[in-house]
């Protein structure tokens, strides 16, 4: 999640910051920056990534319109949420400002309290969407250490499952990138369908990056539900080939030395970890030694796991 960094509020009449945002921040520690000039307003966006920006949209006029326009259409500046605040409901001005790219527009039409909800439930939008993989729609790194940190401190006995694609890249040699999505968006669905499906709201299910994926379970549960996604990944991703190399089982692709070798289709390799209480000392710690089990799954023919049951 990204971390909080102040609100701009900006003002080209240099008004007051709303009662209802004043009520909202109240107890976030979240200090409130009046600005007056859109240029000063999207060198600070730029620079810091505040955690919300309201324009005053009454006497911010075209150019609040253009500001935000422009935040909106530059994808490093664009998960920064964007409120628009106005004293009169009018339905013309609404929806210059949502064409424009803005994320909410408050109007008296909502009484104070339920401006004050959007306003929480925009700024939980926005951390949600930024703690995800954009391609997966799983949680990311972040929310990925911050629950194995989370299950740390409860003391849990939990296992780190480190998941990866093998023979990944020759697929993507042999059809496209594109092809080569599908297969990490199919991995991506069976890890999701199959914790769900098992464990409900006892697994979780995050995406590092590319075919790294990552999966927390009880102890006891990790090595059935490794079962569940090797057997049901080699079950799909035959679909994703060609009719010609389904016949024969094998694709045709080079090797890193450029080669034309032979090579099976692409499987799934697990690396299952315990985590008791104690044995490591942080997330990253044990996500890494979970990875680093992978490798030995990674040895053994087809889709596996290898699971370390060391406990120190």
Known sequence: MRSRQAILFFSPAGRSVPDFVTTWVNGKGLPVVVVQQPAVVAERVLRALPTLVIVDADSAGAEGLELCARLKGDPYTAIVPFAAVTHRHATDVVRRWFAAGADEVITPLFEPGEQVGRLDALVTRAERDVAVNPSTRLPGTTEIEREIRRRMELGEL?????????????FN???????????????????????TGMLGRRGFVGHIGGDDFVVLARTDEAEALAEGITRRFDDGIRALYDGVDRARGWIEAHDRRGKLRHFPFATVSIGIVNVPPGRFDGATAAARAAAEVKEVAKRQPGSAWAVDRRKS
């Open 158 to 170: 939990f296992a780190v499952c480190y998941a990866d694609l093998d023979h990944f890249k020759e």
């Open 173 to 195: 040699d042999r059809y496209s990138y594109y092809d080569g999505d599908r297969v990490i968006y199919l991995l991506s669905r069976i890890l999701h369908d199959v914790v």
